[in-house]
């Protein structure tokens, strides 16, 4: 099908309803960066954000930072008429783009070539983490995906490989890692952020939010097993859902909540391991921005996050607390290993992971569905 067009700059919508979610989380997080990845390239295409209506911009640190055009629908009643009706359109609100890139799993109406970003698909591993009102959701933008989308981007092979085996064709698959900034942040920035906190010295850090395929029952059956005194284990990000943390925890474990993105930073370089331990990741974020802070990783050998680390980390079987533990126990243990996992995992996330070559690869899959 031939799409009219207009002289200028490759006009692209592209769907960021995510950054007002109760729980962001690393989709809106991967989008904007992506979006501020797509700006910096030396040709870079007109980009607009669709969302629903709102009242109010997103909190810091998820403003987007392209125009955002709204549908003049509350996010509940979009999503529906999306899923449900297949409208309103995108061009209603964005006027004409050449493209439509969905984000996350909200799937617009196909009005101009489509790309849709599926992050990972645990719901179809792992169905009872999610509600009931989830699943339905979730299944609806497969279906929606498999026999719309003209191109699914995928940020690891684990996901395009769930992908295919979902039943989309494996030719409209494309990978497109994420990426990572060089931030790294000074050594004294990173103690006062410790202290300011109050913890321990030394202490193991995990970031997200919580919810089942986060394995944090797992990680603090490890951290018990340890039993290291003096140290803390500490929990950043906020309440999710099925989390089921128990709020009777012992004194060496410190919930911190939601933190800024720059105490977010500070911690990661402050910590002596960075430990994520997931049932499954689409890609896994935070384990790439522990990697650029010089810190060393335990994480799990399934799902894509053995793909980020590469040999560069410690991958566990995440379903095993004693090797999360026996992991962590190595790194805290040996300060010259763990100096050595920390300068190896920096190095390859600065080489193999950057915004610039994320930036690239979105353009080629625009330029592709544009013709």
């Known amino acids: 099908m031939l799409w009219a067009g207009r002289i200028g700059a490759m006009r692209v919508a592209i769907t960021l309803e995510q950054c007002w979610h109760r729980v962001p989380g690393g989709t809106a997080t991967a989008a904007l960066g992506c979006v501020d990845a797509l700006g910096r390239l030396s040709d870079p295409p007109e980009l607009v954000g669709v969302s629903a209506w709102h009242r109010n911009p997103p909190k810091e640190p998820f403003a987007p930072s392209v125009p955002v055009a709204a549908l003049r629908m509350p996010r509940i009643s979009l999503y529906w008429s999306w899923h449900k009706l297949r409208r309103p359109s995108v061009p209603r609100a964005t006027g004409f783009v050449d493209v439509i890139h969905a984000t996350g799993m909200a799937v617009p109406p196909r009005t101009a070539p489509l790309a849709v970003t599926v992050n990972d698909l645990a719901f179809l591993r792992y169905p009872d983490h999610f509600t009931p009102r989830g699943l339905r959701f979730f299944d609806r933008s497969l279906e929606l995906t498999r026999s719309e989308a003209d191109v699914v981007v995928c940020p690891s092979q684990h996901t395009a490989d769930d992908c295919v085996q979902a039943g989309i064709d494996a030719e409209r698959v494309r990978l497109v890692p994420y990426g990572v900034e060089d931030c790294l942040v000074p050594p004294d920035e990173a103690d006062e952020v410790r202290q300011r906190f109050e913890l321990a010295e030394r202490f193991v850090l995990w970031v ?164």
């Open 208 to 371: 997200g939010t919580a919810e089942p395929r986060k394995n944090l029952e797992g990680l603090l059956a490890a951290w018990r097993m340890l039993d290291r005194n003096g140290e803390n284990l500490v929990l950043v990000g906020p309440a999710g859902w099925k989390s089921n943390l128990d709020d009777d925890l012992p004194a060496s474990i410190r919930r911190l909540g939601f933190v800024s993105e720059a105490d977010k930073r500070s911690l990661m370089r402050a910590a002596a391991a960075f430990c994520y331990p997931s049932l499954t990741e689409g890609f896994g974020l935070p384990v790439l921005e522990a990697m650029v802070q010089g810190t060393p990783v335990v994480t799990s050998a399934s799902g894509a996050t053995a793909e980020v680390v590469g040999a560069a980390g410690e991958v566990v079987d995440p379903t095993r607390p004693e090797e999360i533990a026996d992991a962590l126990d190595g790194l805290l243990g040996d300060a010259d290993a763990a100096d050595s996992r920390g300068k190896q995992g920096r190095e390859r996330a600065l080489s193999e992971f950057t915004w610039k070559r994320t930036a690239e690869g979105l353009m080629q899959i625009y330029r592709e569905l544009a013709g």
